[in-house]
């Protein structure tokens, strides 16, 4: 028990028998009060343990929840684990596939060098092929004009009253080369020119604008009348039609004979 040094002096100047009661009393009053401090302590040490053990319990709340959210985060590194797999996989493939397509691109390549050879050589075939068929076009033209240079005299003369008084020849004129050029001479004694023209078939309109061209050139050359003149292995009836209605005689090969 604690007492002041002055409490106590008073207290020994107090008879005997009441000191012992007072200090009785000083000593119950001592006991409860430390009584009571203790059950105050207590009662805070008892708020303190609870405190704790909420704090705890929220502790390993926290604690389950961070393993859950670990839990979580390793299934779902598993996923992105599974997940990059599959795309080195795809990744992979699409390598595969980009390596078949160049090898494929490659080959094209390859095949269409091979075709632009093959239609080079097939064009030259085909530029000689024309050649021999212009060619051949030529000289089944000059065959049919040589001819006419032999059959057409006779021909104009009993069919059409026209008497040449000379041969037939090519005449440039007007820079333009005229395949049949003479002068005639009509029964009544009128001179006339003699213009023509040979194409292999008469199947085209088109195919008269070269004499009529050629007939225009002779009249601004020569002041007398012009009969034209087209010989041809074949002409469609249309175009015989045209021919009487413009003036010009046309003569089919199988007609001299």
């Known amino acids: ?20 009661v007072l200090w009785t009393m ?6 409860n009060r430390e009584e009571a401090v203790t059950k105050v302590e207590f009662n805070e040490l008892k708020e303190i343990v609870r405190d704790l053990g909420l704090a705890q319990q929220r502790t390993e709340k926290r604690v389950e929840e961070l393993a859950e959210a670990q839990k979580e985060l390793a299934e779902a590194q598993n996923r992105t684990e599974q997940r990059v797999e599959e795309l080195a996989g795809a990744q992979k493939e699409l390598a595969e596939a ?10 094209l390549i390859e095949a ?9 050589k097939l064009s030259r075939g085909l530029n000689n092929t024309r050649s021999q068929v ?12 040589n001819e006419a240079y032999r059959k057409l005299p006779t021909y104009l003369n009993t069919r059409h009253d026209l008497r040449l008084e000379e041969r037939f020849i090519r ?25 023509g023209e040979t ?6 309109i088109s195919k008269f604008a070269q004499l009529e061209k050629n007939v225009k050139i002779v009249k601004e ?5 012009v009969v034209p003149i087209l010989v041809t292995h074949f002409a469609r009836p249309n175009l015989l039609e045209y021919a009487r209605n413009e003036g010009i005689i046309v003569v089919q090969s199988f007609d001299w004979d």
């Open 1 to 20: 028990m604690s007492v002041s040094v002055l409490l106590a002096r008073k207290i020994d100047t107090i008879a005997p028998e009441l000191k012992d």
């Open 26 to 31: 000083l000593e119950e009053i001592e006991r």
């Open 98 to 107: 980009q390596k078949r397509t160049e090898q494929k691109i490659e080959e």
């Open 112 to 120: 269409q060098k091979r075709t632009e050879e093959e239609i080079a």
């Open 134 to 145: 212009g060619g051949l076009a030529r000289s089944v033209a000059y065959a049919l004009e």
């Open 171 to 195: 005449q440039e004129l007007g820079g333009e080369e005229m395949n049949i050029f003479a002068k005639a001479v009509r029964n009544g004694g009128e001179e006339v020119m003699l213009v």
């Open 199 to 204: 194409v292999l078939r008469l199947d085209d």
């Open 221 to 225: 050359h020569y002041q007398l009348p």
